[in-house]
């Protein structure tokens, strides 16, 4: 089976679940979002080709890279954070698919015309931020360049491969310090980067529930700021 039908696959199983949100691990819920209005957010998980090729409809888990960002150190929140692009859902937004297009769009200049959205994968609490977060998964069959379109918002835009995240030698435990307690969540070395907390949480099951996963020391960890 391909990587596509594969995604195509467990987007279906997560959208049978009608109204069921996601929660983080009990580690991570730092606030009751019933306690407020939670707002919308949606983030874009875009597949893309790791070799020099095209996007191929036949493409395997080997074959794609994924887009992140690299937020800015200056932000007052997840300052220097890796993230996929994203951001809330705005009024004009017609739903989180077209709110995860523009924001990657605003982030990073991809041309969205180049990016079939094979689904979502419901939403996601965020209870640290109080957003309901709503992953949309992309098939980037027509690459455009990327950057950093505001340096006051991203230090950076970067493609990792598949290959290189499930990696078992690139697997860590990311551990940060908050208010006394300690907050784990799954993360992926890329070079000199850590892609951990909600982005990792969320990449670490969508690969589990696609099967791509590999066995990795979990008690291997590193220190987060």
């Known amino acids: 089976m391909s990587a596509r039908s594969e995604l195509k696959q467990v987007i279906a199983t997560k959208q049978a679940k009608v109204g069921a949100t996601t929660k ?11 306690g ?3 707002r919308k957010a949606a983030v874009l998980i875009l597949f893309g080709a790791a070799g020099e090729h095209s996007l191929s409809e036949n493409a395997q888990a080997k074959d794609l890279d994924v887009l992140f960002v690299e937020r800015a150190t200056t932000l007052r929140k997840h300052a220097g954070q890796i993230a ?5 859902v705005d009024p004009e937004d017609s739903g ?13 200049g991809v041309k969205t015309s180049g990016i079939e959205v094979l689904g979502d994968l419901g939403e996601t609490e965020l209870p640290v931020s109080n957003f309901l977060v709503t992953p949309v998964v ?4 027509t690459e455009s360049a990327v950057h950093a379109v505001d340096p006051g918002e991203s230090a950076g835009v970067f493609r990792a491969p598949v290959a290189d995240l499930l990696n078992p030698k690139n697997r860590v435990t990311g551990v940060v ?7 784990r969540s799954p993360a992926f070395r890329f070079g000199e980067r850590i892609i951990w907390g909600f982005t990792a949480i969320v990449l670490d ?8 996963t590999h066995s990795w020391d979990t008690a291997r960890e590193v220190r987060m700021n």
């Open 138 to 141: 992309g098939w980037w069959h």
């Open 177 to 183: 310090q908050r208010n006394g307690r300690s907050f």
């Open 205 to 212: 099951r969508l690969f589990t529930d696609l099967g791509w």
């Open 24 to 34: 983080l691990p009990k580690e991570w819920i730092e606030m009751d979002l019933q």
């Open 84 to 88: 996929f692009p994203g951001g809330g």
């Open 36 to 38: 407020s209005p939670a």
């Open 96 to 108: 989180v698919t077209d709110a995860a297009l523009r924001e990657a769009w605003e982030e990073t």
